[in-house]
């Protein structure tokens, strides 16, 4: 019998239940936890949360050879994350044959001043405290210095990272089965600088960085570590390996979604932008949740979400985990 772990932080363990309840109706044996060591124990491993509870599971777990299946508790356009909670059901019985892919997924190795944080899917960025502040570095490839450049970060991104962060900073998009990295150098004051793509087996470093402010380190957009000097990248090894149930690929959906997003761009006020990029980024989440996150008064975060939901934009939802909230989220492309 195939033993299942469920997992997933952002997540409440009354959405685990249910996931166990479906899974033992179906004849599977499942467990939830939270220490990810027990993760050993299993087959498989559901981690619910969609692209965010994925990325941090990886960066915790302590076993990644367990392939693992990223659901997304709302309808999203999630890339690591494809299965929606209420598609479980229509994909158990290719779940019990193992009629699926597993993709390895590229990480990055992260050296902050020469001590090791945790490995990074989609990207590693460099900015000052306050944005719009431009910070100096040198960016040196494999020990050879590529740039001296000042600007308002940089941004280290794997393939599946550079249709995110990456690409709203005018980075390009990188198919995931290739073995490289981006660099992008966030509106630099030399008009020449382009992105660079490297060898995924490439050290990179970001050394000699000032400001005058304290400058950050930001981990897949979630967690900001305080830089003094210097930041090394390279691949981290293994790879995560995550269970592609859909073919299609999350690229060209990725390409499609920033498309039609990108229509009418330039028309929205600044905090419709700025909740809509936070979104994309980091899926569904509460009116509470993105005035934290933008910093953005109560009022504005609310008049920026009715114009989005009036130009479809973004919905809004009642939350599973509790039914008294309510979450907003990308609107699905036709």
């Known amino acids: 019998m195939m033993r299942i772990g469920i997992s997933g932080t952002q997540s409440t363990e009354v959405v685990a239940k249910s996931v166990k309840e479906t899974l033992s109706d179906s004849g599977f044996e499942s467990f939830y936890f939270k220490n990810n060591s027990k993760a050993l124990t299993a087959d498989l491993v559901i981690v619910l949360g969609g692209d965010r509870g994925v990325r941090n599971y990886f960066h915790h777990a302590l076993d990644v050879d367990t392939p693992v299946l990223g659901i997304s508790e709302s309808e999203s356009n999630a890339f690591l994350a494809q299965i929606e909670l209420k598609e479980l059901s229509r994909y158990l019985k ?34 000052t405290s306050k944005s719009a502040t431009l910070m100096e570095h040198v960016l040196r490839i494999n020990d050879e210095e590529v740039w001296h450049d000042s600007s308002d970060g940089v941004i280290i991104s794997t393939p599946i990272g550079s249709s995110a962060y990456s690409m709203s900073a005018g980075g390009p998009v990188i198919f995931q089965d290739s073995n490289v990295f981006g660099i992008i150098s966030v509106n630099s004051l030399d008009i020449t600088r382009r992105p660079l793509i490297v060898s ?67 028309a929205m006020p600044p905090s419709s932008k700025l909740l809509l990029k936070i979104l994309e980024y980091e899926g569904s989440m509460t009116q509470k949740e993105l005035a934290v996150k933008t910093l953005l008064p109560d009022r504005t975060v609310r008049l920026a979400l009715r114009h989005l939901m009036e130009k479809g934009y973004i919905k809004r939802k009642v939350s599973i985990r509790d039914a008294r909230q309510k979450i907003y989220e990308i609107s699905k492309l036709d």
């Open 94 to 127: 290719r779940i019990k044959e193992q009629n699926y892919i597993i993709e390895n997924v590229p990480r990055i190795g992260v050296k902050i001043d020469g001590k090791d944080v945790y490995p990074v899917l989609n990207d590693v960025a460099v900015f």
């Open 200 to 266: 995924d087996n490439s050290l990179i470093e970001i050394d000699e960085i000032s400001s005058r402010l304290h400058c950050d380190v930001v981990l897949d957009g979630i967690d900001r570590f305080k830089i003094n000097n210097r930041i090394e990248a390279t691949k981290f090894t293994p790879p995560a390996r995550i269970i592609r149930m859909k073919t299609d690929s999350t690229t060209i959906s990725a390409l499609a979604k920033k498309v039609k997003l990108a229509e009418e761009l330039f």
